[in-house]
């Protein structure tokens, strides 16, 4: 017993850190769509304002359809815990990988460190490119994925890889944590 609590601490610090985006059965889901994401023109996206996820304000000041483009590219990427590259990503890593590509920037592949970083956003003020996150009971956030807009985000898990899911699942609505917005 006296081993088992010498070493307490760090096996609970070694348990959070693998339990970031961890390919377990907690974040997998049936993907609402896997194929390439449609990218509006400026009419298409002046026509759908009015029919967007509830209380949404696309208040976004992203390029659309350059993000776009980009996640497009990932959509499919295997899950890889601790990857960020097309041969393997996980959650962090997919949002590292797509703000590198979209403007330079260097994000901690984290997504705990990704929540703190970040100016928040409430739920009804989120646009696209927006971080949204969730967590699993007590180890707080232990994931997170891009908002599309229209309740739809993307995101990287286990078995499934990089898909799109609804934040409207029960699965999601009942561990969202908060968005985060990373461009003001």
């Not at 944590?177 to 003001?184: L, S, Y």
């Given at each position: 017993?006296?081993?088992?609590?010498?070493?307490?601490?760090?096996?609970?610090?070694?348990?959070?850190?693998?339990?970031?985006?961890?390919?377990?059965?907690?974040?997998?889901?049936?993907?609402?769509?896997?194929?390439?994401?449609?990218?509006?023109?400026?009419?298409?996206?002046?026509?759908?304002?009015?029919?967007?996820?509830?209380?949404?304000?696309?208040?976004?000041?992203?390029?659309?359809?350059?993000?776009?483009?980009?996640?497009?590219?990932?959509?499919?990427?295997?899950?890889?815990?601790?990857?960020?590259?097309?041969?393997?990503?996980?959650?962090?890593?997919?949002?590292?990988?797509?703000?590198?590509?979209?403007?330079?920037?260097?994000?901690?592949?984290?997504?705990?460190?990704?929540?703190?970083?970040?100016?928040?956003?409430?739920?009804?003020?989120?646009?696209?490119?927006?971080?949204?996150?969730?967590?699993?009971?007590?180890?707080?956030?232990?994931?997170v994925g891009i908002y599309l807009g229209g309740g739809r985000f993307v995101h990287s898990v286990g078995d499934l890889g990089v898909i799109v899911s609804s934040l409207e699942e029960d699965y999601y609505k009942k561990r969202y944590?908060?968005?985060?917005?990373?461009?003001?």
């Open positions: 017993m006296k081993a088992f609590t010498k070493h307490h601490p760090v096996i609970i610090l070694l348990s959070l850190i693998l339990m970031s985006c961890a390919a377990s059965p907690r974040f997998r889901s049936e993907p609402t769509e896997i194929k390439k994401i449609k990218v509006a023109t400026e009419e298409e996206a002046q026509m759908t304002e009015e029919n967007e996820f509830p209380g949404e304000k696309n208040e976004s000041h992203v390029d659309q359809g350059k993000m776009g483009r980009i996640i497009d590219s990932y959509l499919g990427t295997p899950y890889n815990l601790g990857g960020e590259t097309k041969t393997g990503m996980d959650c962090s890593g997919l949002v590292v990988a797509v703000y590198r590509q979209y403007a330079g920037f260097r994000l901690p592949h984290d997504s705990q460190k990704l929540f703190k970083l970040v100016k928040r956003i409430d739920k009804d003020n989120l646009a696209y490119g927006d971080l949204v996150f969730f967590s699993e009971g007590w180890f707080g956030v232990s994931h944590t908060g968005a985060r917005r990373v461009i003001p």
